[in-house]
T-cell receptor
Framework: DQQVKQNSPSLSVQEGRISILNCDYT??????FLWYKKYPAEGPTFLIS?????DKNEDGRFTVFLNKSAKHLSLHIVPSQPGDSAVYFC?????????????FGPGTRLSVLP | EAGVAQSPRYKIIEKRQSVAFWCNPI?????LYWYQQILGQGPKLLIQ????????DSQLPKDRFSAERLKGVDSTLKIQPAKLEDSAVYLC??????????????FGNGTRLTVT
């Protein structure tokens, strides 16, 4: 049972254009959502997050949108740069008394073409 | 701030052999996670520690995998005996405790295990 889905295994965009990565989740108990970027031979690096009480969060070129009713979030990168080429993982979390339990999607490979 | 440290970076073993991975989390982080990432998939949680206690090990194959976090700091993950399907990257991550504000996971660079 895949609770976090990223239905596009790969995405190619031209440098300077917008990249939109999508993520869907099934568990309505998730209340904290994150995006991670991963380069080859490195661990995932935290990029941006959003709490379920918000519908948008921005950090520089990166914006995450959350649509709770659709159980959908997206990451927008504007403008896209060649250094953004990486695998992007969507993750969702629900908290309990012992901390957070993170579930990851399968990832989308973004290629930004010069 | 020093990041999450993992060793070794790479390990190649034959099936039925044993292997151990080590992790040192970010100083002060009470929660430690071990994830398994198979090629082409997202990280899958194996075990979560809160200080030196296990919070969630529901997806840990306990017949062959074991993990411990002595003194609530460093952790080791062991596989004995290894199977071919254990070939993956093993990622350690840490996070500050609890729900006092959501906080992201911080990952190490992982250990790439190849079982032949």
């Amino acid at each position: 049972d895949q609770q976090v889905k990223q239905n596009s295994p790969s995405l190619s965009v031209q440098e300077g254009r917008i990249s939109i990565l999508n993520c869907d989740y099934t568990n309505s108990m998730f209340d904290y959502f994150l995006w991670y970027k991963k380069y080859p031979a490195e661990g995932p690096t935290f990029l941006i997050s959003i709490s379920s009480i918000k519908d948008k969060n921005e950090d520089g070129r990166f914006t995450v949108f959350l649509n709770k009713s659709a159980k959908h979030l997206s990451l927008h990168i504007v403008p896209s740069q060649p250094g953004d080429s990486a695998v992007y993982f969507c993750a969702a979390s629900r908290g309990d008394n012992y901390g957070q339990n993170f579930v990851f999607g399968p990832g989308t490979r973004l290629s930004v073409l010069p | 701030e020093a990041g999450v440290a993992q060793s070794p970076r790479y390990k190649i073993i034959e099936k039925r052999q044993s292997v151990a991975f080590w992790c040192n989390p970010i100083s002060g982080h009470a929660t430690l996670y071990w994830y398994q990432q198979i090629l082409g998939q997202g990280p899958k949680l194996l075990i979560q520690f809160q200080n030196n206690g296990v919070v969630d090990d529901s997806q840990l194959p306990k017949d062959r995998f074991s993990a411990e976090r002595l003194k609530g700091v460093d952790s080791t993950l062991k596989i004995q005996p290894a199977k071919l399907e254990d070939s993956a990257v093993y990622l350690c991550a840490s996070s500050p405790w609890g729900r006092e504000g959501d906080s992201p996971l911080h990952f190490g660079n992982g250990t790439r295990l190849t079982v032949t």
